[in-house]
């Protein structure tokens, strides 16, 4: 899938590279030989995959800074002169988007208007590939997968605002980059609920899981019976790999959005998923259902991948029980003191040895 020899050497400008995501991402970069350029905000969590493993130092350049910033982002395109650039950084929370709307419009919406009006400023950014997510749909809560040309929507702020920076992303393709002379091709990955070791965030069900489990206490479940497409980090991150080659490459025949999801028997309820997580770590490990009143949530989700299966060749690799395993032993030697960017970059191996990358 993902050809090695291609990213040797490459500038690549990775947004939001200290959060979960974008710490597998940087690690990812390195190992396959690109010069990471970092524009991010400090890490957000403690602990931190960023801070833990000192991911820094894997990168040719790091600069600490806001998305809101224009000047402070175009500055640093001037100065690093990207090939490639993967657009990570945005407030990634439901819950915190009820609480706090006007920042998660402004990272998410505006974040993406100055990435691109950076990119189209500059001239820099051969390919792009900006980050969203699967609940950028108008999700109408039915059976059917939701594939990339349905209508963009969103009932919470979070969901909403990822629809809106997918609308602007479509808007700087039209208006700019869609020009036969431009040099800069644009596309969006939609992601499903991406999980893996390193989550550390607040309100996200794996971490939450983790936490609980780690002090032998019960894990409280908000949406049991809610049904999400579940997939490992390494996943989603292969396919903005191969597809930010695929632009970089072949053009405009990549433009546009690209659903990244797993394989439809891995798309379960949250009930499912915290019940294999009980069996794999052991330990008496068990769950109960939240009895407070929620903000609401998608309740049914799923994602046609059938695009990227027939034009870029993606399809997952590995299944439910494979990712939890992954992620299981990797908290696991978190707690045991282990040199988790070692056990990482491990884990990076065998994805890409399951790939045949």
Not at 40 to 58: H, I, K, R, V, Y
Not at 95 to 113: A, D, F, H, I, L
Not at 195 to 201: P, T
Not at 282 to 297: F, I, L, T, Y
């Amino acid at each position: 899938m993902i050809n090695s020899q291609f990213w040797q050497g490459k500038k690549v400008l990775l947004t939001g590279c200290t959060g979960f995501k974008g710490s597998w991402m940087t690690i990812w970069l390195n190992m396959l030989g690109a010069k990471v350029f970092g524009y991010s905000l400090a890490a957000p969590t403690n602990p931190s995959m960023w801070e833990d493993m000192q991911l820094e130092t894997l990168c040719a350049e790091m600069c600490y800074a806001d998305i809101r910033d224009y000047a402070r982002l175009e500055s640093y395109f001037q100065q690093v002169q990207p090939e490639i650039v993967i657009h990570m950084a945005a407030q990634p929370l439901v819950r915190y988007s009820y609480q706090y709307p006007r920042e998660t419009y402004e990272v998410n919406v505006m974040g993406t208007v100055n990435l691109l009006d950076a990119i189209r400023n500059t001239g820099y950014g051969r390919a792009v590939v900006n980050v969203t997510t699967d609940k950028c749909y108008e999700n109408k809560e039915w059976l059917w997968a939701y594939r990339e040309n349905e209508p963009m929507g969103g009932h919470d702020p979070y969901s909403n605002s990822k629809g809106c920076s997918e609308l602007v992303t479509a808007a700087f393709i039209n208006s700019y980059f869609g020009h036969p002379d431009s040099q800069t091709f644009v596309a969006s990955g939609r992601a499903g609920n991406v999980i893996g070791g390193g989550d550390w965030a607040e309100d996200r069900l794996i971490p939450d899981i983790i936490r609980s489990f780690s002090k032998n206490e019960s894990v409280s479940i908000r949406f049991p019976n809610a049904v999400r497409p579940w997939q490992h980090v390494l996943e989603p991150l292969s396919g903005y790999l191969l597809l930010a080659e695929k632009l970089y490459n072949d053009k405009q025949y990549y433009v546009g959005g690209w659903n990244f999801g797993p394989l439809d028997s891995d798309t379960k309820t949250v009930a499912q998923i915290v019940t294999q997580m009980c069996g794999i770590w052991g330990n008496s490990a068990s769950w109960s259902r939240d009895g407070n009143d929620n903000p609401h949530e998608a309740n049914l989700l799923r994602l046609d991948c059938s695009k990227a299966r027939m034009l870029l060749n993606w399809q997952p690799a590995w299944n439910s029980q494979i990712t939890l395993t992954k992620l299981t032993l990797w908290y696991k030697a978190y707690f045991a003191g282990q040199n988790m960017l070692e056990l990482s970059q491990h884990q990076i191996n065998e994805y890409m040895k399951d790939t045949q990358c």
